[in-house]
């Protein structure tokens, strides 16, 4: 229910966005958006440890073993998904893909706007939320299997896209494996900024008018 509840808010900000800051202050709407979607993002981390979901300790479990596993997994899913499956994907869902393009076009105007929320703020909402609040929870009740599928599942429907949700199952699944060998979330946050990292920069550098790819995870 809490993940469904962070569907919600996430509902409400991209509203919120359309509806009210791209209308009455188109100038400023990409940092309005920006601050709504940090303060969102930060009142819900602040309700779940309110409630005693989950304990926010980004230090646990941290090694070296495991951060250099995390550069590994980052480097692994770009090669994986962006190389190989993702222009498989775009083949197959060509309307999705033509929307995606938007949001392409959309981090190329704002760049450090996009990289801060595409690079920073979604790694950590994301694995805190998917992997140390929902994966941790679920592997105590029903085993990492069904833990890993479940979480993996749940990323992949918070992003709004095809191409998207087919590559956030797979990346869903590595990440939960790091997860639940590591036992850090500090170290599933920087494979995924890692990887979002890569992909942003490839993304923003590349030239527009050739052959489309998929982008960074948007949140």
Not at 16 to 43: E, F, Q, S
Not at 52 to 67: D, K, M, P
Not at 123 to 147: D, H, I, K, Q, W
Not at 174 to 201: E, K
Request: proline letters at 4%; a positive charge.
């Amino acid at each position: 229910m809490w993940v469904l509840a962070w569907f919600g808010v996430m509902l409400f900000y991209t509203l919120l966005d359309v509806a009210v800051w791209r209308k009455t202050a188109p100038r400023r709407a990409r940092i309005l958006n920006l601050l709504t979607v940090a303060l969102c993002m930060g009142g819900f981390l602040v309700l779940l440890k309110a409630k005693g979901r989950f304990e926010l300790n980004l230090a646990y479990g941290v090694t070296l073993q495991g951060i250099l596993l995390a550069i590994v997994c980052a480097v692994a899913l770009y090669f994986l998904l962006d190389k190989f499956l993702d222009p498989i994907f775009e083949g197959m869902l060509p309307g999705s893909e033509e929307r995606y393009q938007e949001t392409l076009r959309s981090l190329r105007q704002a760049p450090v706007i996009s990289f801060i929320q595409v690079c920073i703020l979604a790694p950590v909402m994301e694995e805190l939320l998917m992997r140390g609040f929902l994966l941790g929870g679920l592997s105590a009740s029903y085993g990492n299997v069904t833990a890993l599928l479940a979480s993996s599942a749940f990323f992949a429907l918070l992003h709004f896209n095809m191409v998207q949700t087919l590559s956030e199952l797979i990346s869903g699944i590595v990440l939960g494996l790091l997860y639940i060998h590591t036992g850090s979330v500090a170290c599933c946050i920087a494979a995924h900024a890692g990887y979002n990292m890569i992909s942003f920069f490839t993304t923003i550098n590349r030239d527009p008018s050739r052959s489309s790819k998929k982008s960074p995870k948007a949140p």
